[in-house]
Structure formats: structure tokens, C-alpha cells
């Protein structure tokens, strides 16, 4: 099928790749030009596994172009895909500007049948106004009577994929959500996803909207749980590790989404429970679970903060090691990061920062001041007063502990991802926290 993405980030980019992989002919817009020339060089501006590969793949068999045109991408497709930025506004709605601006230069564009979809993450009912936009905006030359010449419809398949995992998340779905508001609608969006072979769920835009807000609430009021669960841990001396694994082997709970640790960030979680919070208060519900799930966040990061500012005693000129800037592993994306707050804050106290990242450094360079990047973690080891490991990379595994801790001042670690777990750093040597791990 003739497919255009229109925007190539993380969802665009990647949905792109994939839907050219599993046959279609797709043409994936951007804005911006630099990207754009880029990507036609199989370039991939962002560090996401297996993805580059497959663009490669992609380019070669002609499958997949990129252009900055929306008009020529209107033109020469039939499904259209929505996949550009939906960012927190200042009160934490969700900002439609760039979805209403495509929805709009698309419409201007229109000759003949298209199928405009959202995969953005939108607010409830961002489908409606999608179409009456389109509607607004199609050509005059192409209505008669008030009345388009060609119809068009509007349907909604929110993306579930996962940063750092993206590729392996598009190519096996664990399910395929549509909202759709007719057959023809319906059937187009089965044979682009027929390759696939997905568990498909078929329903309107707007419920396709609410699966999306529900899930990623969830994941969040889930990870926000079990940080509860670790703060009390921590006072009665238990361990969460423990909890989540007996919690976990009941199927209706399950073990994913049970990990502790400094609270969750990218670019997702954050900004969708706060744009939920916004559409359920103005849909006159006062979403008090969801307003704690962030509070909870929050909170994590302050406590993590306090137990590093007592066990350090006095942290100004403190040189901290920061293992892992990225919000997660398998990716160099350092939106909403928990280190990103955590080293800002530690600044403020007045301490030195030094950090190491597999991937994330070039992005966290354009954001931080002040802090010296290391070439390795043992590098980032070598005269520190204590290490801070706040993004499980695999790569932090298995650490020559006996070289680190040689090489600290102190050889203090705080280990926000609970990541050492299993290697008793203690007998190493070092002077050792977990999250919601018995305390000293
Ligand atoms: P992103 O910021 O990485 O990419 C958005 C892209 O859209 C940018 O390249 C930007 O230049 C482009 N763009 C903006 N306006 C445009 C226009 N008028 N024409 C063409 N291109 C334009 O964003 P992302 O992380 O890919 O997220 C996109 C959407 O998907 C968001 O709603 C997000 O919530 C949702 N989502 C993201 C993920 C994820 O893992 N990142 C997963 C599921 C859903
Ligand atoms: C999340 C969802 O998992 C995807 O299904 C969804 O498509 C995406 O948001 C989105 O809507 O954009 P992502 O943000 O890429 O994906 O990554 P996650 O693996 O969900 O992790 C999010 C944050 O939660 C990370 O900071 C991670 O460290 C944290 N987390 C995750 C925990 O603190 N504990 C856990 O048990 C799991």
C-alpha cells in the first residue's frame, strides 16, 4: 500500500522503517531539512537498536523515501499516519499545534480518498477536530454543494512502543488498537498491519483515544506503586526486590512494571499523565489517583536526593559520578531523565559532577553545564566520593568492582535502578544503597 508518516522521530521513524520492511511503499515527511538529508543518506539521527539497519534495508529497495513535502506525500498515498510531537503545555494539556497544522496542510493537499490517522499520543476527541479541520480545509475547487467531491476519513491507532526496544515493540504488537468510523477505514488499516498478524482491536476514535491514556496511566500508577511499596521497604527493613517477585508470580498481577528506583521519565509517562489529568478535570473529573501516581514521582527523586544529601553528609565540592544520563537503557534520549533533575539539583548543593553514558552524552552536552563527561565508568570512577547509577544499562553490569573502588576517594554507591542487586558490593568494599533495600 502507498503509506506517508508524517514526522520522523522516535514513532515516525521508526513506524516508517518497519511498515516498509513488511512491504508497503512508504513516504516519511519532516519539517526539518537537516533530518531529512540525513535519513536519504541512512543516516538515523537517534540511537535506537536495529534501526539503522533496516533503514538501510529500506533505501536500498526503494520502499521508503523522505521528503519535506506534505504535499507530495498527500499525493502519492492513501493512509496517512500522524506521528508528530504532542508536548506539555505549561498547564500540562497536551500542545496539538503541530497535529492541527499537519491535519490542516494535509487537507489543502487532498484530491482524492485518504485515510488521515492519528498514531500521536492525543487527548480524547482530538479525532473529531482532526475532521472537522480537514473538512474546513479541503479545497474549494473540490466541493460541490457544500460537500467534498472525494470523502475522506479520520481513524486512530495509537503506538505502544517502547524507546530502546522500538523495532522489536512495532514488528511484535501485542496488540493492534484501531478507532475507526467506517469499513473502508477498517479494512485499509487490517491490510497494512495483515503482515504482521496481530491480535487486533477494532473500536471508535475516541475509545481508541482512552486505550491509549489508560495504558500508559496504568504503567505509570504501577511503577508509582511499587516505589510506595519500596519507601515503606525501607522503613520496616524489607525488601522490595523481594515483594515484587512474590507479587509477580501472580498472573493477574505480573512482574513487568515492578521496578523501583528514582521514578519514571522520557518522554512519554510525564506528559500523557499530565495531559490526562488535564482532559479528566476538564470533563469535570477530578483525577486524584493519577494527581498522586506523579506526586509519587516526584517524590522519588527528593527521597533518593535526601538519602544522598545524609549519607554524604556535606555534598558541596563532592565530586558525584552519574552512571547512565538517558531516561532508560537502549536509548540516547534524555527527555524528562531522572538524571537530568538529580545532577541539577546536585549542582545547585554546590557539588562536582562527573558522568559517563553509553549512547546519551552528546544530547546531555546540550543541556547541561559544568559537568565533566568520562570516556568509560572507570574513567568516571577515578577520584569520586560516590557513584549514582541512574539508568540500568547492561553495560554497568559487571564492572571491575575491585578497580572502581581503588579508584574512588570514597567508595560510596547509590544505586537508584537497584542494577548491583545481586553483587554484594558491600563485601567489595564499597558502602552501598539500594532503593528500598534493608538501610544501614
Ligand atoms: P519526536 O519529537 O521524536 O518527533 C516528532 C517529529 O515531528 C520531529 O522530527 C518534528 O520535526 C516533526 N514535525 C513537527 N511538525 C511537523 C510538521 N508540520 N510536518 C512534518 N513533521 C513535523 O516525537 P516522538 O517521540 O516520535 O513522538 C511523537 C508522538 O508519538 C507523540 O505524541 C508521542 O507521545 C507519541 N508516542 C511516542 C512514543 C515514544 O516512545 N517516543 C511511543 C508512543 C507514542
Ligand atoms: C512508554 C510505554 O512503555 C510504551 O508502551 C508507550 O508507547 C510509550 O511510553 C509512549 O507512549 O510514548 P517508554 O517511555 O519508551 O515507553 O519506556 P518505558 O520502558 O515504559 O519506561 C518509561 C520510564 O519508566 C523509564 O524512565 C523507566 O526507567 C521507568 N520504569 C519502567 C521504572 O521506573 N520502573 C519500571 O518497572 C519500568
Redesign the pocket.
Same mark, same amino acid.
Given at each position: 500500500m502507498e503509506i506517508a508518516v508524517v514526522g520522523a522521530g522516535y514513532v515516525g521513524l521508526v513506524s516508517s522503517v518497519c511498515l516498509a520492511k513488511i512491504g508497503h511503499h512508504v513516504i516519511c515527511v519532516d519539517v526539518d531539512q537537516e533530518k531529512v538529508r540525513q535519513l536519504k543518506l541512512a543516516k538515523v539521527p537517534i540511537y535506537e537498536p536495529g534501526l539503522e539497519e533496516l533503514l538501510k534495508e529500506c533505501l536500498a529497495n526503494k520502499r521508503l523515501t523522505f521528503t519535506t513535502s506534505i504535499k507530495e506525500a498527500t499525493k502519492k498515498s492513501i493512509a496517512i499516519f500522524i506521528a508528530v510531537g504532542t508536548p506539555s503545555k505549561m498547564n500540562g494539556d497536551a500542545d496539538l499545534n503541530y497535529v492541527e497544522n499537519v491535519a490542516r496542510q494535509i487537507a489543502v493537499n487532498m484530491d482524492s480518498y485518504k485515510l488521515v490517522i492519528e498514531k500521536s499520543?492525543v487527548p480524547a476527541e482530538t479525532g473529531k477536530r482532526v475532521k472537522r479541520t480537514i473538512r474546513l480545509n479541503l479545497p474549494r475547487k473540490y466541493m460541490k454543494d457544500h460537500k467534498a467531491a472525494f470523502d475522506f476519513d479520520v481513524a486512530s491507532n495509537p503506538?505502544? /512502543?517502547?524507546?530502546?526496544s522500538a523495532v522489536h515493540d512495532f514488528m511484535n504488537p501485542d496488540r493492534v488498537v484501531i478507532g475507526v468510523e467506517s469499513k473502508k477505514a477498517e479494512k485499509i488499516l487490517r491490510d497494512i498491519y495483515k503482515p504482521l498478524k496481530p491480535k487486533m482491536i477494532v473500536t471508535d476514535i475516541n475509545s481508541a483515544e482512552m486505550i491509549k491514556h489508560a495504558?500508559?496511566s496504568f /504503567?505509570a500508577t504501577k511503577?508509582s506503586f511499587i516505589n510506595t511499596i519500596a519507601q515503606v521497604c525501607e522503613h520496616v527493613g524489607a525488601d522490595v526486590l523481594k515483594v515484587a517477585e512474590g507479587m509477580g508470580y501472580d498472573k493477574r498481577i505480573g512482574r513487568n512494571? /515492578?521496578?523501583a528506583?528514582v521514578?519514571?521519565?522520557?518522554?512519554?509517562?510525564p506528559k500523557?499523565v499530565d495531559a490526562f489529568i488535564r482532559l479528566s478535570e476538564r470533563s469535570g473529573y477530578d483525577y486524584r489517583l493519577l494527581k498522586e501516581v506523579r506526586r509519587v514521582n516526584e517524590e522519588q527523586r527528593k527521597s533518593f536526593l535526601h538519602l544522598i544529601e545524609d549519607k554524604m553528609w556535606i555534598v558541596k565540592n563532592k565530586v558525584i559520578g552519574i552512571l547512565g544520563l538517558a531516561?532508560?537503557p537502549n536509548t540516547d534520549d534524555i527527555r524528562s531523565a531522572p538524571a537530568i533533575d538529580i545532577i541539577t539539583i546536585l549542582q545547585s548543593e554546590g557539588a562536582k559532577i562527573k558522568a559517563y553514558d553509553p549512547k546519551a552524552i552528546p544530547n546531555a552536552q546540550q543541556v547541561l553545564k559544568g559537568v565533566t563527561f568520562a570516556k568509560d565508568p572507570y574513567a568516571l570512577a577515578k577520584g569520586c566520593d560516590c557513584l549514582l547509577v541512574l539508568t540500568e544499562w547492561d553495560e554497568f553490569k559487571n564492572l571491575d568492582f575491585n578497580k572502581i573502588q581503588l579508584s574512588m576517594k570514597q567508595a560510596i554507591v547509590f544505586d537508584g535502578r537497584n542494577l548491583y542487586q545481586d553483587k554484594d558490593l558491600d563485601s567489595l568494599g564499597f558502602e552501598y544503597y539500594g532503593v528500598g533495600r534493608k538501610m544501614l
Open positions: 499520543t503506538e505502544f /512502543l517502547r524507546e530502546g495504558s500508559n /504503567l511503577i512494571f /515492578l521496578d528506583g521514578g519514571y521519565g522520557g518522554s512519554c509517562f500523557d531516561f532508560k
